[in-house]
């Protein structure tokens, strides 16, 4: 199925007849197509869901090319990310050639889907600029945290889920509702990720998020936890390129406060909330990938 899937995106970039996107699309690391997966669990593989599909992981590969210029990341999934090989105008212009175009073949499949999924963009890109200005402050408000998230990665596995929906004629509500929370538990378990692992597994530097000035779960559930002179320290570490003690000792508090694991539980939750709104459908497939999306490593 995931085959069919790489073919139609190749087929897409094919129609383009231009040799560099061609290239350059070559150069991108795969991923885990996990939103395509999630679409053909739901809806099957016909060629509306195939092209949905295609559509929707080009528009992730699209934000992830913009995201790693925006983040200043020079790996992803242990490449070298598109914009350390060609350049930030590179980058930022393959992911507008693969955006536009999946908005394009979007028109094909249904005023409904195209609907869902356009609206998940701007979701996306909301929770993006967000995701900016927050790290901009010392954000210590979960709420806040939760809804940028939200915008940020769950809009679109939760459009993904509910173009499926539309598309195999169920109940939209209960799967968005389904792919949101998965999707909240992804980028929760992404953020904790970045403190845990280490530079070599993860392909980017280990807390590089609380360098870059995000304040993720686990930040926020320390803070609350320090001592007022401890709360300072953190503050003082906030933004700035750690040395390997100040990164050791925001680690080792974390440890001593199980930050970790709370907030490893609470994404735990929501993947288990999301099977059992699936189990009442009789999507036990569903299942499976739900807890793919906490059991990885990275
Ligand atoms: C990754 O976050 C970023 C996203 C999931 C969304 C990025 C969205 C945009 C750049 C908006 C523009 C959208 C389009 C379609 C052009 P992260 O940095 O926390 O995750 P990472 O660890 O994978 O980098
Ligand atoms: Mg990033």
Redesign the pocket.
């Known amino acids: 199925m995931l085959s069919a899937v790489e073919r139609k995106i190749e087929q897409f970039i094919a129609d383009l007849n231009d040799k560099e996107v061609t290239k350059l699309y070559s150069k991108l690391p795969q991923g885990k197509r996990l939103r395509a997966k999630l679409i053909f669990k739901i809806a099957g593989g016909s060629l509306s869901v195939v092209k949905t599909a295609a559509i929707v992981e080009m528009?992730h590969a699209?934000?992830?090319l913009?995201?790693?210029v925006?983040?200043d990341?020079y790996t992803r999934r242990n490449k070298p990310s598109l914009n350390a090989l060609y350049g930030n105008k590179t980058a930022i212009m393959l992911?507008d050639v693969l955006?536009s175009k999946g908005f394009f073949e979007l028109n094909d499949i249904s005023s409904e889907v195209a609907k869902t999924v356009s609206n998940a963009?701007v979701q996306?890109?909301l929770?993006?600029l967000k995701?900016v200005s927050l790290s901009k402050t010392f954000n210590l408000d979960k709420e806040v945290y939760l809804e940028m998230i939200y915008q940020?990665?769950a809009s679109l596995m939760e459009a993904a889920a509910g173009a499926a929906a539309v598309l195999a004629g169920k109940d939209k509500k209960v799967y968005m509702t389904y792919g949101r929370n998965l999707g909240i538990a992804f980028?929760m378990i992404?953020?904790i990720l970045?403190i845990t692992m280490d530079t070599e597994t993860l392909g980017?530097p280990a807390l590089h998020d609380f360098e870059e000035g995000k304040t993720t779960l686990p930040y926020i559930y320390l803070y609350e936890m320090l001592s007022a002179e401890e709360k300072k320290k953190l503050h003082s570490l906030h933004r700035k390129r750690l040395s390997k003690e100040e990164a050791q000792w925001i680690k080792a508090k974390m440890q001593e406060h199980q930050v970790i694991q709370k907030s490893y539980l609470e994404a735990r939750e929501l993947v288990e909330e999301a099977i059992e709104l699936m189990n009442e459908c009789g999507e036990e497939a569903l299942s499976t990938i739900a807890m793919q999306m906490i059991e990885r490593d990275f």
């Open positions: 528009i699209a934000s992830l913009h995201d790693d925006i983040d990341a992911g955006y963009v996306l890109s929770g993006e995701d940020k990665t980028q992404d953020d970045d980017k």
